[in-house]
């Protein structure tokens, strides 16, 4: 625990962006995060090799319910430039956190 000073800062000069409204600190929350893997295996012994030969076979979903997860537009803070024109898709989202479905299957022999 400790003290807070909120010390404002004035940007002055041409490089200063323009900022609009004067909304609160961290009151908009950005797009969730949602990811489902599942992993489905079959262990078989097979005594005719050793009687300690194993074959697992594995399947592996990663994000099965291909969900899109967006990335936050935390690198298009400004709206507009210096002059106050606006800036063309300043806050369109375009990056995904999680990639797309993807299948693993595998087989693992152990003796």
């Known amino acids: ?65 291909n969900r899109a997860n967006f990335t936050s537009p935390n690198d298009n803070r400004a709206i507009t430039d210096s002059l106050g024109n606006p800036i063309p898709f300043a806050v369109a989202i375009t990056l995904t956190n999680t990639p797309s479905r993807q299948l693993q299957f595998s087989v693992k022999l152990s003796w």
Request: glycine share 10%; charged share 15%; proline share 9%.
């Open 1 to 65: 625990m400790g003290i807070r000073f909120n010390i404002p800062t004035v940007a002055m000069g041409p490089a200063a962006l323009p900022l609009l409204g004067n909304e609160g600190r961290n009151t908009l929350t950005g797009p969730g995060l949602v990811d489902l893997d599942v992993s489905l295996s079959k262990n078989i012994p097979i005594p005719r090799i050793t009687e300690t030969f194993k074959a697992q076979f594995r399947a592996d979903f990663f994000n099965i319910i």
